[in-house]
């Protein structure tokens, strides 16, 4: 029972870092993109300003994780031209969590969307709205 209690309570906080890590990870690229566009509830495209390049950041597919591991999803994906990776490595997805993004919505100078963090088994850990002011639209 104790050691259950543990497991639940050791969940719940790396749930908790990892949606504050998706959040920030997520913010840095939106809040300085350009030209920028949802295109579905579930994915959004910009101008990356460092490079140039267009890049859309959705959510992953089925997939096996590191060592092997199946998982539900690799979490958030980053693609460009010539190439995609996660959003957050692996290792940053610890406790078999993985963060999903729903309900993106540009209007104006903001972007909106939900970050879901979500177990191996696909079951809500925690979530949260989140609203960014872009800087560069």
């Known amino acids: 029972m104790v050691h259950h209690s543990y497991k639940k309570i050791t969940q719940q906080a790396n749930a908790e870092t990892l949606l504050s890590t998706t959040i920030n ?19 959004i495209t910009f101008i990356d300003p460092t490079n140039g390049i267009k890049t859309t950041i959705t959510n992953g ?15 958030l994906i980053i693609s460009y031209t ?15 969590l993985v963060p999903e993004i729903t ?12 970050i879901t963090i979500k177990n191996n088994k696909g079951n809500e850990i925690t979530k949260q709205a989140v609203t960014t002011r872009l800087l560069n639209e």
Request: negative net charge; proline residues 2%; hydrophobic residues 20%.
């Open 25 to 43: 990870k997520f913010n840095n690229y939106v809040r300085y993109g350009e030209e920028i566009t949802s295109n579905s509830p579930t994915s």
């Open 82 to 96: 010539g190439g995609s990776h996660q959003l957050l490595a692996d290792s940053a997805m610890n406790d078999g």
């Open 61 to 75: 597919s089925d997939s096996t994780g590191t060592g092997g591991a199946s998982v539900n999803n690799t979490g």
């Open 103 to 114: 309900n993106i919505n540009k209007n104006g100078q903001t972007v909106n969307y939900t």
